[in-house]
């Protein structure tokens, strides 16, 4: 109980990963303007107007930041469970090639093995296309230096690789190593990773509404500016501690929204990409450990 209340009390006090760094300007210019407005009225100047509190009713603001928020979570959480898709999709894709598909020659199980890394290299590139970042040595190693050299001319990587793994399945059915079943089910896993390519870019390439963004931050500093007018009179000295204090709370609200919509880049909220593609590697070479015990062209001979 006393290591979870000193979890806690660590969680509530972290800097890394909160909107502190974001908005502490922005907090800070507000407790100063309080500030002045408590100087102003401690002077006798007439800078006490509580009826300005009706101009922005909390509630619609609420509702407005509340909405916000919750269109960045539900882009946040797309695009988690779009990733999930991927690792699923590679890992039965992999599975299937590495059972599946027969070994008539002694080149094939090293096609295979290609073929398996070229699944990890789509998931690389996917990563890469998504944070708008050139190939680089990550995919070097997952590939052929012909099919890299290549990759780099392509404007959609990802989608090349997909073509790359599509031609080898078919190339496998023409040389009678799948069936047709086969064929069709690996062809839908592929589809699916495709989707997800889009369904990425997606949300990537639709942001929040411009307007409705800048009517928030409108309203947002509006509400800021207008708050000391309502509080002096009750608060006095501390109006400047208290604008502060809501705006911190309103302004990191917004700011939070602003960090998760795109899930994508490198930020302590943005979802693990680089773990999430190492889990994979990972995977797909201890798969390439494991020995079919179906065949092998050598051992049937």
């Known amino acids: 109980m006393a290591n979870e209340r000193l979890q806690w009390f660590k969680v509530a006090l972290q800097i890394r990963g909160s909107v502190i760094t974001a908005v502490y300007l922005r907090v800070i210019g507000c407790g100063i303007f309080g500030v002045l407005v408590s100087v102003l009225y401690y002077f006798k100047v007439p800078v006490s107007q509580p009826i300005l509190g009706s101009v922005i009713p909390s509630i619609v603001l609420g509702l407005l930041l509340v909405f916000r928020t919750n269109t960045a979570y539900e882009r946040f959480w797309e695009g988690?469970?779009?990733w999930g898709s991927i690792v699923n999709t590679v890992r039965n894709l992999a599975r299937q090639i590495w059972v599946s598909v027969d070994e008539i020659s002694i080149e094939d199980?090293?096609?295979?093995?290609?073929?398996?890394?070229?699944?990890?290299?789509?998931?690389?590139?996917?990563?890469?296309?998504?944070r708008s970042e050139a190939i680089n040595s990550e995919l070097e190693e997952l590939m052929p230096t012909s099919r890299y050299i290549k990759l780099k001319l392509m404007n959609n990587p990802p989608?090349?690789?997909?073509?790359?793994?599509?031609?080898?399945?078919?190339q496998q059915y023409n040389r009678n190593c799948l069936n047709s079943y086969q064929l069709n089910s690996l062809q839908q896993l592929l589809n699916i990773l495709v989707d997800n390519l889009g369904s990425c870019e997606r949300i990537l390439k639709t942001p929040i509404p411009l307007a409705y963004?800048?009517?928030?931050?409108?309203?947002?500093?509006?509400?800021?500016?207008?708050?000391?007018?309502?509080?002096?009179?009750?608060l006095g000295w501390w109006t400047g501690f208290i604008s502060a204090l809501v705006?911190?709370?309103?302004?990191?609200?917004?700011?939070?929204?602003?960090?998760i919509e795109n899930p994508f880049g490198y930020d302590a909220n943005d979802l693990p990409l680089d773990n999430i593609c190492n889990t994979m590697k990972i995977n797909i070479n201890d798969l390439i450990s494991l020995t079919p015990s179906v065949h092998s062209y050598k051992e049937d001979i």
Do not use: M
Request: charged share 20%.
């Open 213 to 234: 963004a800048i009517h928030l931050k409108q309203l947002l500093l509006l509400y800021c500016l207008l708050l000391p007018f309502q509080i002096v009179e009750n």
């Open 80 to 82: 988690r469970k779009i």
């Open 109 to 130: 199980k090293d096609h295979k093995i290609d073929t398996l890394n070229l699944l990890v290299a789509f998931a690389v590139s996917t990563k890469l296309h998504l």
């Open 159 to 170: 989608l090349e690789i997909a073509f790359w793994i599509s031609d080898y399945l078919q």
């Open 247 to 259: 705006s911190f709370t309103l302004l990191g609200i917004e700011a939070i929204g602003l960090e």
